[in-house]
């Protein structure tokens, strides 16, 4: 097991309501790490609609949810939080009172007094496609996800799908692997046209190649692919040798091992009360998607007022011997001090 990190509050989802918990954890001192599943910040702003508009943050007429991500960055800088990203939480185990060790699936551990729980509607997870007997594959040949681009050095690699990580694992792997084959259904990508016209080059160069079908089986023993049976468009059968499968079929929420940390649930939502949004564990909060109470609604805006709430209380645990002076950042020098605008 590593060494354990310290800090005053592990945020669990860099959604937008994680990232605005750290303005207000912030400006009442507290010091945030935020863990993600994702390979990139945002959340459901940044993975499911970053090119859609936004009309209902307030005082912001229209943002995309890509835009609105990276103004909570900027917005967050003076804070000047850790991230943890590609990492899902696993466990969460209480050490003090409060005071608890959470660990990842990456086997990082964290040890801090409070955890803010904004997982929004769980983890996003990869979607599985409708091959028999992937899952004999999985982890040693068929991988969903790309962590460490050193362990596909030299492999013959079958990138399977049409947008965005399709063709930018097919693009960064090229210069490393052995040969690399992308495979689509249709000639036709929704990926940025950039990155598809960079693959079409390699593919008229033949630095890699291009077919158009659908895997139908998989070939290999003991977890090991030797190929993959494609049906193409005109429906005739052929064999893509690989060693190596990598699908992007997208993404798809579960709860996942949220359901396992000891918090009480309601439809998969964690309960709150609304003074505080702390959970029926002291010390655990839950902010945005993930949580319910009477009157919920599913909005950024409600997850931003959850945040600001929750922050008071956090700081009794974290400064149980301060009194916390209600401040406004217009006019509080200190707060300013803090935002490094005075
Ligand atoms: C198409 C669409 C349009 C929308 N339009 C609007 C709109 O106009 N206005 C509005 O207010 N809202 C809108 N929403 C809803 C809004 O996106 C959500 O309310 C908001 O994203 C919730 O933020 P969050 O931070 O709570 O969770 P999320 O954005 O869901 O982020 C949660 C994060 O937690 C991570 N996570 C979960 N479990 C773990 C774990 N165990 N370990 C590590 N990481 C974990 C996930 O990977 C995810 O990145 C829209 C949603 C969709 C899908």
């Not at 400006?27 to 499911?48: F, N, R, Y």
């Not at 995309?64 to 969460?92: C, D, Y």
């Not at 249709?186 to 160069?205: I, N, Y």
Request: aromatic fraction near 8%; proline fraction near 6%.
């Amino acid at each position: 097991m590593s060494e354990a990190i310290k800090t005053d509050v592990l945020i669990i989802g860099a959604g937008p309501c994680g990232l605005f918990a750290v303005f207000e954890l912030g400006l009442l001192d507290m010091k945030v790490h935020l863990v993600d599943i994702l390979d990139k910040i945002g959340g459901q702003c940044a993975e499911l609609y970053p090119e859609k508009p936004i009309y209902d943050i307030p005082g912001i007429p229209f943002v995309t949810g890509q835009g609105l991500t990276e103004a909570l960055l900027e917005q967050i800088k003076p804070f000047n939080p850790n991230f943890h990203l590609n990492e899902m939480v696993e466990s969460i185990e209480k050490i003090g009172d409060p005071g608890f060790r959470v660990t990842t699936d990456a086997g990082k551990v964290f040890e801090c007094k409070i955890v803010v729980v904004s997982a929004g509607g769980g983890s996003f997870q990869p979607k599985r496609p409708p091959v028999p007997g992937i899952e004999a594959y999985e982890n040693t040949s068929v991988f969903y996800a790309v962590r460490k681009m050193e362990q596909f050095r030299d492999r013959e690699i079958l990138i399977v799908g049409g947008g965005d990580s399709a063709l930018d694992w097919t693009l960064n792997l090229h210069p490393l692997a052995k040969r690399i084959t992308l495979l689509h259904r249709r000639d036709d990508f929704r990926a940025a046209p950039h990155s598809v016209e960079q693959m079409r080059k390699l593919v008229a160069d033949g630095k890699m190649d291009l077919k158009i079908g659908q895997v139908t089986a998989l070939e290999g023993a003991d977890g090991q692919l030797s190929g993959a049976q494609v049906k193409g468009s005109d429906n005739a059968m052929s064999t893509v040798s690989c060693d190596t499968m990598l699908p992007f079929f997208g993404l798809t929420m579960k709860l996942g091992p949220v359901a396992n940390w000891g918090l009480q649930l309601e439809n998969n939502l964690v309960p709150v009360e609304t003074a505080s949004f702390e959970t029926n564990v002291p010390g655990i909060f839950a902010i945005g998607d993930i949580n319910t109470y009477p009157g919920k609604l599913k909005l950024i805006l409600s997850g931003f007022h959850e945040g600001a709430l929750m922050a008071q209380k956090a700081h009794r645990y974290v400064y149980p011997d301060k009194r916390l002076v209600f401040q406004y950042t217009t006019s509080s020098s200190s707060l300013q001090k803090k935002l490094g605008v005075n």
